[in-house]
Each structure stands twice: as C-alpha cells, then as structure tokens.
C-alpha cells in the first residue's frame, strides 16, 4: 500500500481492517508498567545504580541480548528506518565529539558523567525501547488508536494522582518523596505549590511532554477521529499541577495545527465549515477552562503561582516588557560562550557550575558544543521528524515547534518523556502510513449506516 492511499483509506471509517485487538489493560499490564517506566521514570533511591540512565541501560541491554540470543531480529526492525538511523548516528558522534572538547578543557576529568556520554545518547535508549513496544503492540493486535491511547491512560493517570492528592494527603507525600530523592531539597513553597504525580522529572520536562501529547490528540482526533482527546481535561490538570511552560507548548502547538488545517482549508477528508472552526477553538478553550477551575479550586496557590505567567505574558505583548520568568530567561539566553568557543563550546554543563549557571537548554547547548552541537542536533532532529511526515507535516512541524519551546526552558535532548514522543509518533506514523498498523478497529457496516 502506498503512503497516499493507505492514509487516505485509514482516514475515514469505511473500510475494515480488524474487528477485535489485544490491547485491553487487564491482558497487558505489564506492557503497561514497562511504558510508564520508560517514559516516567521514577527514582526510588539517590544511588547511581537507581537512576535513570543505569536502569534503561540495563533494560535496553536485556533486550539486545535476548533478541540475539532468540534471532528475533524482526524485534529491532524499525532501527533501520533510516532517518532514525542518521539521527542515532548524528547524536552519537555529536557525544563524542563534546567528550573531547571536554578532555581538550579539562585537562583532568573528575567524573566519567563529566563527558556526558551517556546523557547525550539517552536518544539511543528510547529509540531501543520504542521500537521494542511497538512490537509487542503489534505482535499483541494493538492499533495504531490504541497504542497512543495507552500514552493518553497513563498521562491521565498523573492527573487523576494530582486529584487525589488532595482528597489523600499520603499520595502528596510520595509525590514529594519522590521529587526529593531526584532533585534534592528545593525548599517548602515548591513541595507545596507543585509537585503533583508519580514520576521521576516534575517541573520541566514531563510538563512539556505531557503538553506536547495534548496537543497531539488534538490532530489525531482532527484527522483521525481519535477517541484519546476525552484523557486531555486531566492530562492538562497534570500540566497545570506541575509547571506552566507545558501549557505554553500545547497552546501553541494545538493553534498551529489548527491554523494548518484551516489554510489548507480540510480537516482529515472533511471541509472545514467556519461553524467547524469556532467549535474547535471553543472545545480547545473548553478543556483549558475545566482544566484551570479544578486546579483553582483544589490548589490556590498553584492556581497564583499559574498566575504569573498570564501576567508576565501580557506585559510582553502589551508593552513589551520583560518580568519575571520572560526577564531571567532573554538575559540568560543571550548569554553564550566567546571566541571560538562558539564555535565548538567548552565542552561544560554550565547547569552544574557553581558561577554562571542556568537551566536554559539552548545555552547549555551552546556551552556543551557550540554551533557545531546546536546546528547538527536540532537540525537532525528536525529532519528525524520532517523527512516522512506527509500526509500530516503540520503534526510534524507543531512538534519541533514544541521542541524549541522547550529548549529556551531547559535540556530537551536528555529530557526521555519528550524523546520517548518524538520516536513513538514518528515510528507510529510510519506504521499507519506504510499500511502496517491499522489506525483504528473499523466495525462492519451497521444496517443503519449502509442505507445511508
């Protein structure tokens, strides 16, 4: 099946495919605790040997072992789609190449986690450990609907645990406990104002994956008819519990798609009618309004902490002022190494350092590499995401966008919940694309529905 005609024929609902998949949470529990730990992955202990690259290492490991120990190398096939293979082989060699930057600097290295080797190739493992669950979503009869519904249920989870926090104080606790044990001691006002959830990364990156995957249904529902976007009200609730910049993201991204499909003037193989248009903004609208009253009324002060960002925001737009978080972030931004340096970095986390230091990804890239690192980083992963994306290059596109979002906030590229994403679509896509994967179980035709 060619890509045209195979998205073409999997967008609307008039052909069968399957009548029945395997993906039912009570035959797949497991499945469903392996996801939640690649992409959440909660910290139990501050030792080494509990964190996150040793564990997914160690995973991955098994898992190449096993495969060639049972010559099962359909398991690893889609490896080999060759824009994931040149990112992995991009990402690879940019490892290599800020580890010697950092020898050329730092004459005497203090710790192997120093180089960041292993941090910089965090791209590898996801890419190992997606591959291998599309499989088993595959081997199991799963959809293409019902493999990104199982992101949507567990992204849900983090919110109904947010809720339920507030009703059991003892989940708030481990939420905590939790956040401690990852990040160390960040004082009372955050534990208290944030802090929402069962996972190992709370303020950042998982805001922003949980952002960008809000928005994702949003264009699957658009032109897929995907039935995930009902998990969005508490997937954002997660959001608004934790940090403010996944809102951001999926504000943006969720108006661009949206603006996409209007200029082409279709959503999915329907016409879009002006009526259409402003029922979606209004559902959009809807879902952040449902949102922000739970929060607001179960957390005021999260709900004054979220209220600085609408006051930051609309002093930048109206008078073009920069305050609070808009304030540290454009002095931090500008900030990037001299010379030469520039050019290559110095091959330091300036996050670690005890003077200058700052969370802003774009600049510790910056430090980390130099142009060389930023320029054939970013660019691989745009063309990771761009090079096979029709018919849906608008999906594509409010992805990167996202993505640069991000980097002005902090360090996307070891961030594995946004990674995990960035594979998980793309290999999907491809799937539904290549006529591999149905996209969604297709009933047969009810009396009803022939007549018509």
Known sequence: MSGTTGASALRGDDESTRLSDGSGFLRNVG??????????????????????????????????????FTRQQRVFELLNYEPLKRFLIVMFGLSLFVALVHLATHPEVESFVDL???????????????????????????????????????????????????????LKEISNWLYELAAGDRGDYLLSSRIYGFMGEYTFVTPIYHGMLAAVAVYFTLNYRFRGIRYVPLILVAILL???????????????????QTFRGKIGAVIVSPLARLFTVASLAGLMSVAWFVVSQLSPITARFLQGLVEDTS???????????????????LVVPEGLALIWGTGDD??????????VGLTNDLFMG??????????????????????????????????????????????????????????????????EMPAKIVWPATRHDRAA
């Open 116 to 170: 960041r080797i292993v941090q910089n190739n965090v791209i590898l493992l996801m890419a190992i450990h997606v591959t291998f669950i599309i499989y088993l979503c595959k081997s199991r009869g799963f959809t293409a609907e019902s493999s990104l519904s199982m992101l949507y249920k567990l992204a849900a989870f983090q919110g109904i645990w947010g809720l339920m926090s507030f009703v059991f104080p003892p």
């Open 315 to 333: 002093a930048l737009v109206n008078d073009g002022s920069l305050q609070g978080n808009y304030g540290v972030l454009f002095s931090e931004v």
């Open 242 to 260: 934790n940090g403010r910049t996944g809102i951001i993201v999926f504000a943006v991204m969720a108006v661009l798609m949206i603006l996409g």
């Open 370 to 435: 130099g142009l060389i690192f930023v320029v054939l980083g970013y660019g691989t992963l745009a063309y990771f995401l761009l090079k096979d994306s029709k018919p849906d290059t608008i999906l594509f596109v409010a992805l990167f966008v996202g993505f640069a979002i991000g980097i002005l906030k902090g360090q996307i590229f070891i961030g594995t919940p946004v990674l995990f994403l960035f594979v998980f679509v793309v290999l999907v896509h491809k799937q539904i694309i290549e006529g």
């Open 31 to 68: 499945l469903y605790i392996y996801v939640f730990y690649v992409i959440y992955t909660p910290t139990f202990s501050a030792s080494f040997f509990a964190s996150k690259f040793f564990i997914l290492g160690v995973l991955a490991l098994l898992l190449i072992v096993h495969v060639l």
């Open 350 to 359: 300036i996050y670690a350092n005890e003077g200058f230091r700052t969370d």
